[in-house]
């Protein structure tokens, strides 16, 4: 109690006093989901709560459509008050030009140091020593969601792991189910590729490649293998036809389709469909495969503003999302893992407690923005936009996937 006491004293330097600073600040983000915007509610509610006001910003489409629009008006000269990127380097190069407001005396007064967690999240946060975001949750995409209702109707087992639900497919499909649900946007192949290599290729064989840089490796029997189990869910993704992630979620919750690989944002929806982990649905981290996760997840930055009132209300802002009562009011509805290990999680349900549980036995990954640049990230995309809508061989695609990386180096 005495460590929750003394963030609250501190953070009071940047929450102020509401009757005096009240400020409208405007805030873009790309959660419109129905899991997300009652997640994003609770950031609102909590800033309102504190004298100031949240005027939303909801950018709909998913990241990919959202970012080159809030990257423009930063650099157009219409800065919005706050905005969402990824933990990773999405914002670096708006850091480095000198666009985004400096956060370290936020930072140094709420011991985001020492509560924040893990380290690489604040790292994320930082250029050249100076802090520039506020991380607020970590979201991990090597997620399997199953539909109990889908295998009951096909009279077969709910699967462990990723080689059981491919062995399961020819059953569902028997039952009229769609075996994998997956959705048009590009990110979401992407997101697949990513988890499927974590549960496929092992967490030695990934760090060798994605961390060590190890292009031997990369273009190995390891990754190999990883190529044809993509293949493997491309077919069972085919007659998969949504176009964004939560209309495949809604698959998986209607008993229309056997699984998705996701990240636990997926959470969220089923929450909100009123859905019980372990009871309506399954969720297999790393696939069940391998059980590490990878730390994404989201952090608002602040442009400068030019404005000391609403630099003010920034900073304000920073701090509360960093709090340990938003932190968990906030990541109870996202169905995200919370960015401090000082916070008590007893709602959280089974799927959640998973999370909780590789993260603090340190079963955890950077994520692939943390160590791939955007461009190379962007290719990427790209290359699994182009195999998942087409016929491109496993082993052509394996090399083109080299190639990426190796552009990067």
């Not at 999405?90 to 480095?96: C, F, R, S, T, Y």
């Not at 701090?319 to 509805?333: C, D, G, H, M, R």
């Not at 995309?381 to 990426?404: G, I, K, R, T, Y």
Request: charged share 20%; proline share 5%; hydrophobic share 45%.
């Amino acid at each position: 109690m005495k460590k929750f006491a003394v963030v609250a004293t501190l953070a009071t330097a940047f929450l102020g006093s509401t009757a005096v600073f009240a400020t409208d600040l405007e805030v873009t983000h790309w959660w419109t989901s129905g899991g997300e915007a009652a997640a994003v509610a609770e950031l609102a509610k909590a800033f309102d709560a504190s004298g100031d006001k949240w005027i939303d910003g909801a950018i709909a489409g998913g990241g990919g459509t959202a970012r080159p629009i809030m990257i423009s008006r930063i650099t157009g000269g219409d800065p919005m008050g706050a905005t969402q990127f990824n933990h990773g380097q999405q914002a670096l190069e708006l850091v480095e030009a000198g666009l985004m407001l400096d956060l370290t005396d936020v930072a140094e007064a709420n011991n985001w140091k020492e509560v924040i967690y893990p380290p690489s999240l604040l790292d994320a946060c930082t250029v050249d020593g100076r802090v520039y975001c506020a991380p607020v949750n970590i979201h991990s995409p090597e997620w399997l969601w199953l539909s109990n209702k889908a295998f009951e109707d096909a009279g077969i087992p709910v699967p462990t792991n990723w080689n059981e639900f491919v062995a399961a497919g020819p059953a569902l499909e028997a039952a009229g189910k769609i075996p994998l649900a997956l959705g048009n946007q590009p990110w979401q192949s992407a997101t697949a590729f990513g988890a499927i290599a974590i549960g496929v290729a092992g967490l030695d064989v990934w760090k060798q490649v994605n961390i060590e840089k190890n292009m031997d490796v990369a273009a190995g029997p390891e990754y190999a293998a990883v190529f044809q189990a993509v293949a493997d869910a491309r077919a069972l993704a085919a007659n998969s036809n949504v176009q964004d992630w939560n209309q495949a979620t809604n698959l998986v919750i209607t008993g229309e389709a056997g699984g998705q690989i996701m990240g636990d944002w997926a959470q969220g929806e089923f929450q909100v469909a009123g859905q019980v982990a372990g009871e309506d649905y399954t969720c297999l981290p790393g696939l069940g495969l391998n059980a590490y996760l990878s730390t994404g997840g989201d952090a608002f930055y602040f442009p400068k503003l030019n404005d000391p009132e609403k630099e003010a209300a920034q900073k304000r802002l920073a701090a509360l999302l960093v709090s340990p009562e938003v932190q968990v009011a906030f990541n109870l509805k996202k169905g995200s893992l919370p960015i401090r290990g000082d916070v008590d999680l007893g709602a959280a349900n089974d799927c959640m407690k998973k999370g909780l549980e590789l993260l603090a036995s340190g079963n955890i990954l950077p994520s692939g923005d943390m160590v791939w640049s955007p461009d190379v990230q962007k290719q990427n995309e790209d290359l699994m936009v182009e195999f998942w809508n087409s016929d491109m061989a496993p082993e052509v695609a394996h090399q083109q996937w080299v190639a990426n990386l190796k552009s990067g180096l």
